[in-house]
């Protein structure tokens, strides 16, 4: 058992809304906060949001997010006695964990021993196997293109090339056949060099027609292990999710049990404190199996919070202090229901290719049963150095239909100029028979969905609405261009006029 | 005042009087338009309440309503003109470019000078926002210039490679 230590200032190693995330549960428990930032993030939501923020290096996340050095540089110099990781850059780096102890700080989230054996694929698998828990058949990590062939023959086709250091779907590629694979792995690869700076890749059997199920993990240091149920995540595109909605309309209660309790061990196995993700592949048939172990926060963290009502942030700071966490009992029976879509700058008409520029105009949706997380403002602009989701909106209900249609008016009431976005695919998603009868799979969306088959055209009467709008605009525009006087006649702005014409008044 | 407007790709005569009554292809409209301020628009047009927001773009609109985007055009009589005899619109031969659509790194140049592709074939390979995205030519043609190499980093609307 731990003591019990008081935390009097939290640095966030993060950016975007995720940094906003965790700065409000912060606000929420009366902790004061610093925000770090790079050039790039200088006017960010985050910075704006905490109580002190400090500058540490250019844009690139390599000199600034991902240096292990400046961040606890800022966290000295501030005084903050812990680090929030957030997910992504240093969340899952066991050397930073490390570090961050070394220095007598508190690191709110596992241990590095339980990140270092997770975040390697092959160490994870060892580690669970004793625990009973089931594993997709699969290749060694570390060998060489010419063993990765062979063991490739082995398993057979199709199957998954998976970067050991990996995460978010980089260096991540699907093989349908033993002509494709060498490409495969020269891309998968490059990726993960780039991504990671560790080029080395598994093999994974492909499980056809397989759902993305995840379970909630969290644990304290009074060894309590409980599991908050699951999410399902099957709405992907190129190993990325999209959408995600808890609970599963294919878990029962039998499945969850047992699920569960699968969960449970596999974080037990790596003696597992705070909040982590088991992640699992399930068939057709309910076979599970164990994916891998995210050993940070999820993104997809509120769908799981509406359901159960804890606020998994303030937990996570309540068990890095030591305390007991506020749940001591496992979810089998979720209270409502909740579906999150995320709202990434990216064009669902070209190939969901990302997009940059200003945000110009942006109305939130509000209203019951609506959450936005976001780390955007209207004027903000979106660069590209990090990545494409800027917000992400959530919705509960009752039931499933309840927060679907919540879901369908919320997206109507967002509105997002000046950057594309990925809005109209969420709206063609929930009119798609499929997913309202929640028959999808994670090849859903890459095989069986298109923007064309639900995309209802616009009546004659929108086309009529959005022409006179947009006719009245510009003769209004032409109307007080033609007042203007001409050029040279009067060189001042009209605001200086006004207050001349005033004094003369006065 | 007449306006052709085109949205998406139907075109509306809209006609704009002194008192601001409007008619839509010689139809009258009971028309209340009101700015909001910033791009937000209100328009209650024969009872119907329409929240619009307009964002103008180098002379060009976007026009969105109901969670659905218009791209929109509006020419008055003069410009109508103009545009009719000077031709306007593209066809299939000429050069084409391939621009940077972001700012980023070019990972690979897939074809080569010379080399005969299809509509829809991979071009260039950039990586930008952490993905690494194919671009892919919009027509058939032959590449006639690349002007980038793997390993550069490329600014916004950089050409990076031209068919003929």
Known sequence: MREQTKINKVLIANRGEIAVRIIRACRDLGIPTVAIYSDADRAALHVRYADEAIHIGPSAPRDSYLRKDKIIAAARKTGADAIHPGYGFLAENAEFAQQVADEGLIFIGPSPSAIATMGDKHAARVAVRRYNVPLIPGSEAGLSDDDLMAAARKIGFPLVIKAVAGGGGKGMRAVHNEANFKEALATARREAESAFGNGDVYLEKLLVGARHIEFQILADTHGNTIHLGERECSIQRRHQKLVEEAPSVFVDDDLRQRMGQMAIAAAQSVNYVNAGTIECLVDEDKNFYFLEMNTRLQVEHPVTELVTGIDLVKEQIRIARGRRMGPTESFLQPKAWAIECRINAEDPYTNFMPSVGKINTLITPTGPGVRVDSGVYSGYEITPHYDSMIAKLICWGEDRGEAMLRMRRALEEYTIMGVKHNIPFHVNLLNSFSFIAGKIDTNFVEQRFSMDTYENAPTDEDLEAAAIAVTLYAHRKRQLATQVVQPGKRDTSNWKWYTRYERMNR | ?164
């Open chain 2, 1 to 164: 005042m007449k306006y052709i407007t085109t949205i998406n790709d139907k075109t509306f005569e809209v006609d704009i009087d002194k008192d601001g009554g409007v008619t839509v292809n010689g139809e009258s409209r009971a028309v209340d338009f009101l700015a909001l301020g910033g791009t937000l628009y209100s328009l209650i047009m024969n009872d119907q309440s329409i929240a619009a927001v307009i964002d103008e773009q180098h002379g060009s609109y976007e026009v969105e309503i109901g969670g659905r985007m218009y791209e929109a055009r509006v020419l008055d009589e003069r410009s109508q003109l103009m545009l009719a005899r000077t031709g306007g619109g593209m066809d299939d031969s000429g050069e084409v470019s391939i621009k940077s659509p972001m700012p980023g790194l070019i990972v690979a140049v897939v074809v080569e000078e010379g080399q005969e592709i299809e509509a829809g074939q991979t071009v260039v390979i950039l990586e930008s926002m952490k993905m690494q995205n194919e671009l892919k030519a919009p027509r058939k043609g032959i590449v006639a210039r690349i002007h980038v190499s793997a390993g550069q980093t490329v600014e916004q609307k950089k050409i990076l490679v031209t068919i003929t």
